[in-house]
């Protein structure tokens, strides 16, 4: 019922966002530097090397979002508890009135980070569990004493009242694990989202899909954890059957707001589609965010329909997490039908 009425509460805001045409939702990369070394990352290694916005840059990206009417606002990466500034960024964001939301591996955050995020009184930390017992979880990660920190750290926040959210990518290192993980938010009133679709890296690479677990609908969860933790679809949003009308005009390619109420910044100060399309890129501080969002909006309002678009007539269409970004990295099209889509589509519909 939560979930519904949280629903119904973002279609109105996005309503409202579409017909005045300000973003209502932009995720923020931090940084593209990590301290794992997950070998399924969409963010490529050499990202990691890129120069980042210095502190009072992302001030001034964060007034431009404040003037121009964005009101929720994600930070990622990377991992964003590597920038030394990141508690000065939260602040400012705060004070600046936006809902946060911030993702994270959990292994930087201490008693006295733990305490700040409690005062912040953010809408979520987001955390990244790989796995329950240890083997699985560094396996995943790569570093070694890992499990525990984060762990460690969820105790602290929870401890805090700080709002928290899990999510987990089905691997085959987890696979098995994933009832328990799901158990181990339910305990914490948690929400926890399962990611058992993989992206290609944003270069294109499907490195990532060697690493993939069995889909949701092989695992050992349970009906009654796949209602109370739906599955997420691509847009970040979880897709719940109920509220998908297929009879819905489908012409619209972007139905997660990309170009209308959505966009990404990257690290580098550049107001982008979204995380997973990394073409193009504008760049804010040498002209004004105002005239990078109207570029991107015309852009996406710019993008045509062609023979490759086949949603308005697939039946599988109400089971499906396809959206552009995963056409887009499979072969630079935005409305490329790519197979990994298609087949959990036919997985879920049975």
Known sequence: MKFQ????????????????????RIMFELTYRCNFNCKHCYIPQNYRNYNELKTKEVFSIL?????????YLGFTGGEPFIREDILD?????????FEIIIYTNGFFIDEGIAQQLALLKLNKVDITIPGINRIAFECISGVSGSRDKVFKAIGLLYKKRVNLGFK??????????????????????ALHRLDDMLLPCLDGSKEPFKYRGALIENSDAS?????????????????????????AN????????????????????ELKMCLMIDYPKYKILENSLKDCWQ????????????????????????????????????????????????????????
């Open 295 to 350: 570029r991107l909006k015309d852009l996406v309002s710019n993008i045509k329909l062609d023979d490759n678009y086949q949603c308005d007539k697939c039946e599988l269409m109400p089971f499906c997490t396809w959206c552009p970004a995963r056409g887009w990295l499979y072969s630079k099209n935005f409305t490329f039908c790519e197979p990994e889509s298609r087949a959990f589509a036919e997985n879920r519909c049975g």
């Open 89 to 97: 960024i939260l602040w400012y964001a705060k004070k600046l009135g």
């Open 168 to 189: 987990t990518c089905v691997l085959k290192e987890n696979e098995k694990e994933i009832s328990q993980i799901q158990d181990f938010a339910y305990s914490l009133s």
């Open 5 to 24: 009425s949280y629903n119904i509460f973002w279609q109105h805001m996005h309503k409202a966002a579409k017909n005045k045409g300000f973003p209502l």
């Open 223 to 247: 009906d009654a954890q796949r209602a109370a933790y739906p599955i997420p679809h691509a847009s970040g949003r979880a897709l719940n059957q109920s509220l998908v009308n297929p009879s």
């Open 250 to 269: 489908h012409r619209e390619l972007f139905k997660c707001g990309v170009g209308i109420t959505q966009a990404a910044i990257t690290p580098l100060g």
């Open 63 to 71: 007034d431009q979002l404040a003037d121009i009417g964005c009101f």
